[in-house]
């Protein structure tokens, strides 16, 4: 953690997949997985996350050094069974839950608990738990779905899940580390919780028992 007077920036000892900043749904081969796998996605960047920093090697099947994009295909296609594809994609945080749940059953993970925290909560409270969460080592699957920036920079990030990996205060804001498509970028975490938009996403918290 990095602190500059009053700010303070963290961001989380995330993964490489070959080339690739986490994984990336467009290699997929199948139009189903590349158009609606992103919580699919957000499920195997967490397993492989914990399986790696949080000794949890039964979340992920593979080898954890130098992981190829064969073996990420091969997990995300397991992952796809709890998280299937669908015509309004995984658009609450409860499907989520719930299919990610019963992958953690089926492999015997116990001790890996969830939490939605909904996108009604204050902005402000978001903040909080985005802080609390990056400092605590876990990676926040983020919902996001309408939104009225829909033809700028958050084109790509509307009815989507992605990861939050970081954070950096600034003066009035923070900035959150959006991991998705095989890159990173830096949001607004104000601009992306004001969607303006009553029907709203959320976060999904870890917490490790």
């Not at 738990?129 to 829909?150: C, E, F, G, T």
């Amino acid at each position: 953690m990095i602190q500059t007077g009053v700010h303070k920036k963290n961001e989380l000892d995330y993964f490489f997949v070959e080339e690739s900043y986490g994984g990336n749904q467009d290699l997929f081969p199948e139009v189903s997985m590349r158009d609606g796998g992103c919580g699919a996605v957000a499920a195997c960047e967490s397993c492989i996350y914990f399986a790696r920093r949080a000794d949890k090697k039964k979340l992920y099947p593979h080898k954890l050094e130098e992981i190829t994009w064969e073996e990420y295909h091969d997990f995300a296609y397991i992952m796809k069974h709890y998280l299937c594809p669908r015509p309004n994609g995984i658009d609450t945080l409860e499907l989520y839950m719930e299919g990610f749940g019963e992958y953690l059953k089926d492999v015997h993970e116990e001790n890996l608990m969830m939490e939605a925290f909904h996108g009604t909560h204050a902005y402000e409270e978001a903040r909080e738990a985005v802080m609390r969460q990056i400092d605590s080592d876990s990676p926040i699957p983020y919902l996001m779905l309408k939104h009225q920036n829909k033809n700028g920079h958050l084109e790509d990030y509307i009815w989507h899940w992605f990861i939050l990996a970081g954070y950096e205060e600034t003066e009035d804001d923070l900035m959150v580390k959006a991991v998705s498509y095989g890159e990173y970028k830096w949001f607004s975490l104000k601009e992306l919780w004001d969607t303006g938009y009553d029907k709203k996403g959320g976060m999904i918290l870890y917490h490790i028992k």
